[in-house]
């Protein structure tokens, strides 16, 4: 009966055991789902729709799909027909296939991993051995006489113990882990936006090398245009001939000019195709966006208060909220510490089995009975027979390990004050960031804001420059000089417009605003 009542209470365990499992098995699925529905709806914020959603009336030629990694979903990017790549394409199409990012989905999946490792500790856990051994040579029998005895003999063993009391420990690794998988997921986001921010910044230089090699272009064909008025002013007797040696050699020097924007131009397309990590980038270019009315008007809003801005930062920056974590996850590392100094208490259960077999048996006689006795009997009487069952408690009560615990603590409170200084660091180092953002965009706006005057009083300088000399009451000198002082203010025009544009994005980058043009 005890036999049978072990083997019932050992079957009732394993089954136990199993529904624990299912049931630990779906919460940890309902939960990492939970978690990723959690993160998808954060990427949804902060790639906002009108942001990083592809435009509906662009036709795909092809599909490129990230390879697969296990057990995380994976987007699926298309590339533009025409090869022009808005910069919301450029940000996605980046973010798809820059193998740090891939990285860091790799490391919050181990995370996830560690949740689930967590959980399931506090599961009974269930170990089964056997022993087969052979024994030859002489026995002595319950009479004191010896005899030939060859022998093998089988040992079946299964046990499981179960967690009861830690000292608090495996919930706060439960806890403890969770927080790591929220830091991860921080520190994806994090190098998302980094990227972001960065490919913002290529974007806009394409942008100011294109419009660098048009005004390049432009002044070019003025030139040309000036060449042949100059050929009719010395046929006509009106300027001297060197005056036509000139202003051809400076049409020679422009053409050379115009090599040089456009190298510069591929240059940047280039340095923007590889940031995709595009493997074919020869006929990558870029859609230009339309920028109606006044720039400084169309990002002013941007311009904000350095601590309003903070303020919200502050609160939704996965570098802040990812330390933020951190902190809190060396919190519970110094209660995972403490639970040492605590009693751990274990249930155990376990069943065992021994099988007989004795070859060529030499007869044997009970002394109580005067009958054979057999040697080798059923299987299935062995089973019976030959087993025992046990179960308990084990209690471990620490004493003294030689302050190895207590000392443990110190350092997890140690690790506390320091992860709270790095957290108190990244807001000191993000405030400082967002003023000096916030300054180099109000510098920016003056410096457009005067680039605009001086490319109007550049401009009236050349055209009188222009018409005297189309007269002849103009030397090719003046006429030269007027035009490279236009160029010089048309560019740095340019580099303030964009430069000014590039430093709003950034304050919205700040601010939790997506960045689009």
Known sequence: MKTRFFTYSLLSLLLTFNSLVQAQEKSIREELQELRERTRRNNEVFNNADTFSYPKHQNNEQSIQRQNISDFDQPVVNIPKNNKWTLEECIQYAISKNINIQQLHLKQKLAEIQVNTAKNSR???LNASTVQEWNFGRSQDLSGEFYDLNQSHTNLNAQSLVPVF???RIPNQIERTKLDLKAATQDLEKAKEDLSLNITYLFLQVLLNREIYNISVEQMELVSIQVERTVRLVEAGNVARSQLYDIEAQLAKDSVTVVEANNFLELALLDLAQS????RHTDFDILIPEFEGDIISRYIKSLI???IIYDNAVNIKPVIKGQE???ESSVKSMKIAESAFYPQVDFFIGSGRNFFHTYKPSEQISLITHEPIELNPPLSEQFRNYGASMFGFNISVPIFNRFQTRNQVRSAKIDILNQQLILENFKKTLYKEIQMAHKNATAAREKYNASWRAVKAANESF??????????NATVFEFNEARTRLI?????QAQSK????LRTKILDFYNGIPIKL
Do not use: H, M, N, W
């Not at 995709?276 to 493997?279: A, F, H, K």
């Not at 055209?463 to 002849?472: C, H, L, N, P």
């Not at 964009?498 to 544009?501: G, M």
């Open 123 to 125: 599961l009974p856990d």
């Open 166 to 168: 830690t000292g608090f």
């Open 276 to 279: 995709l990590e595009l493997e």
């Open 305 to 307: 208060s350095p601590d």
């Open 325 to 327: 974590y951190r902190v």
């Open 463 to 472: 055209e009188y420059a222009r018409k005297r000399y189309e007269v002849g």
């Open 488 to 492: 010089q203010s048309q560019s740095e």
């Open 498 to 501: 964009y430069e000014y544009i």
